[in-house]
Antibody, heavy 122, light 108 residues
């Protein structure tokens, strides 16, 4: 069965860095777009970034552009999010999620991980 | 950016009720809309894609309709397991992908 397992969350000071990972199994990881989506405590869902199946196409939300970097390693079935210059407003549960491609009009999220909590506080 | 507005933000209903949630887009998104259900402490679950296509394994009491800028998610007969928060998401635009603010369905 499809599994997405995030790791790497934790408590970090403002201005600090953190790297999130998402380990995928149960499907052909290299065929799918992957995204990071976050949810601040008690708030709604916010898309953060996605990366195409090959890694050649990447987009970011304006709120994280220039601070966060998404990447993937298809040989390791893994997705990453490098988060730098963290702010209090980045505090959230971060989910990884799979989707089809934008060009196939399949950019909705059919599988999600359980999430990893990132807390930015001094 | 395409803004997605859901209404109501909270809905109180009883088991067996027919429930309708509305999602409006700030510009036309054709039928490129998905609906998700989220329970406390859990990841969202895909219910509907392409405005009206039911995801495999989702009960048939869930249905979606609409196109352009106005969409609805209907639960034909609310079940105890359906008390949750529901989100719409547009994928007409390749960036940014945007979600509605959510509708919490509570027990009346």
């Amino acid at each position: 069965q499809v599994q997405l397992v995030e790791s790497g969350g934790g408590l970090v000071k403002p201005g600090g860095s953190l790297r999130l990972s998402c380990a995928a199994s149960g499907f052909t990881f290299s065929d799918y777009y992957m995204s990071w989506i976050r949810q601040a405590p008690g708030k709604g869902l916010e898309w953060v970034s996605y990366i195409s199946s090959s890694g050649s196409t990447i987009y970011y939300a304006d709120s994280v552009k220039g601070r966060f970097t998404i990447s993937r390693d298809n040989a390791k079935n893994s997705l990453y999010l490098q988060m730098n210059s963290l702010r209090a407003e980045d505090t959230a549960v971060y989910y990884c999620a799979s989707s089809g491609s934008y060009y196939d009009r399949l950019l909705y999220f059919d599988y999600w991980g359980q999430g990893t909590l990132v807390t930015v506080s001094s | 950016d395409i803004q997605m507005t859901q209404s109501p933000s909270t809905l109180s209903a009883s088991v067996g009720d027919r429930v309708t949630i509305t999602c409006r887009a700030s510009q036309s998104i054709s039928s490129w809309l998905a609906w998700y259900q989220q329970k406390p402490g859990k990841a969202p679950k895909l219910l509907i894609y392409k405005a009206s296509s039911l995801e495999s394994g989702v009960p048939s009491r869930f249905s979606g309709s609409g196109s352009g800028t106005e969409f609805t998610l209907t639960i034909s007969s609310l079940q105890p397991d359906d008390f949750a928060t529901y989100y719409c998401q547009q994928y007409n635009s390749y960036s940014p992908i945007t979600f509605g603010g959510g509708t919490k369905v509570e027990i009346k």
